[in-house]
Each structure stands twice: as C-alpha cells, then as structure tokens.
C-alpha cells in the first residue's frame, strides 16, 4: 500500500513557541490530507482538511490562527502550532487521500508533541 | 456521519479467531464500511472495507449483515501483534473524505 510519513515522530518544546510537523506522501500525490489529533486514551479527532492549493477547511473548535496549516504540493502538507502550550500537547497524525475514487486513505505514523 | 456502535473491549486467546462486532444503524445506502485498526503509539492502519458482500483479504474478513445496519470483522487466528483499536467507519468515499472515528474495540490477546 501507500506511504505516508511524518517529520518529527517526537518533539519536545518549551510553551510559546511553534512547531511544525510535516506530512508527505511518499509515493503518490495526494490531493487531500487530513491532520487528526488524539489525547491519551482518546479517540482520533479530525482538526482540519487540507486541500492542495487551497485553504484548509478546519473543524468547529479548532483555532485557525494557532494550527496553520500548508499543502503547498501534492506530496506534502505541514502543520504547525503557533505559540504552544502544555494543553496543546497530543499525538498528531496525518493521513492522505489519493486521487482514485477505489484507494482507501493512509495515514502516517504520527507526531507525538509535548510542551513543557 | 452514521453513528457507530461497538465494545469497548474484547480479549481473545492467541489463534483463536476474534469476531468484532460494529453496529451501524444509520448507514446510507451509499456508504461503505470501513475497518481500521490502531497499534499502540501508531497511526490507524487500514484492514479491509465493503459494502454488500462478504470480503476478504490477507488481514481479515468483514461479515455485512443483509440489512447492513451491523458487520463483523473476522480475524481468523489472531497473534500478539493483533492487539490494537479496531474501529469501523461508514464512509461514502474513500480517500478523499474525512473518517469520524468512534471510540473503536479494544482488543487484548491472551498468550
């Protein structure tokens, strides 16, 4: 099946600060990406859809401003938090869509943030 | 979204077979039934999906019921490695749309 891997698996950072995690298709073009995120002992919520070339259509409750979100080519979209805080802390996953109407969606391996 | 229905947990002896259950009652005739699983600390990983008919794959089979309001997932020997989230998803598209996750089985298997 498709790949899909995220940069970094693991990041720690202080509170205030941005990070980005990066989602790539590896061998194929994705023209929708998702970025989820899940809490300990939680389900995956979806925060946003990332459409190449457009802008992302984000969830009810998630703050635009503070998870932006760039899908600048059709194998790559990027997520980062601006001015994290502990709260902000979660597993953050990413999945993509190819473009045939019979693929199933593959998700990457996650990012799991911590801020201190 | 059509809502999900299934255990919260299940535990299973190791190669045994492991039937998960998932209700869906609120289905669309348009929607496919989807199977996901999630390894600890990993992203979900797809297992099979359908949408009438009974299917197989090398991971596992998917049992729709004839009115398509319930399946079940088949694993036919289950291993260790078996032990994950597994979550059902009626979805009308397949890569392109987003999936709402539900709570999803957890399953444990006893060496």
């Known amino acids: 099946g498709a790949v899909v891997s995220q940069h970094p698996s693991r990041v720690i950072c202080k509170s205030g600060t941005s990070v980005k995690i990066e989602c790539r298709s590896l061998d194929f073009q994705a023209t929708t990406m998702f970025w989820y995120r899940q809490f300990p002992k939680q389900s995956l919520m979806l925060m946003a859809t990332?459409?190449?070339?457009?802008?992302?259509?984000?969830e009810q409750g998630v703050e635009k401003d503070k998870f932006l979100i760039n899908h600048a080519s059709l194998t790559l979209s990027t997520l980062t938090v601006t001015s994290a805080h502990p709260e902000d802390s979660s597993f953050y996953i990413c999945?993509?869509?190819?473009?045939?109407?019979?693929?199933?969606?593959?998700f990457g391996p996650g990012t799991r943030l911590t801020v201190l | 979204d059509a809502k999900t229905t299934q255990p919260n947990s299940m535990e299973s002896n190791e190669e045994e077979p492991v039937h998960l259950p998932c209700n869906h009652s609120t289905i669309s005739g348009t929607d496919y039934i989807h199977w996901y699983r999630q390894l600890p600390s990993q992203g979900p990983e797809y297992v099979i999906h359908?949408?009438?008919s009974n299917v197989n794959n090398r991971m596992a089979s998917l049992a729709i019921a004839e009115d398509r309001k319930s399946s079940t997932l088949i694993l036919h020997r289950a291993t260790l490695r078996d032990a994950a989230v597994y979550y059902c998803i009626p979805s009308s598209n397949f890569g392109n749309e987003k999936l709402t996750f539900g709570t999803g089985t957890r399953l444990t298997i006893i060496p």
């Open positions: 990332s459409n190449e070339g457009s802008k992302a259509t984000y």
């Open positions: 359908g949408l009438t």
């Open positions: 999945s993509a869509g190819t473009p045939s109407s019979t693929d199933t969606q593959y």
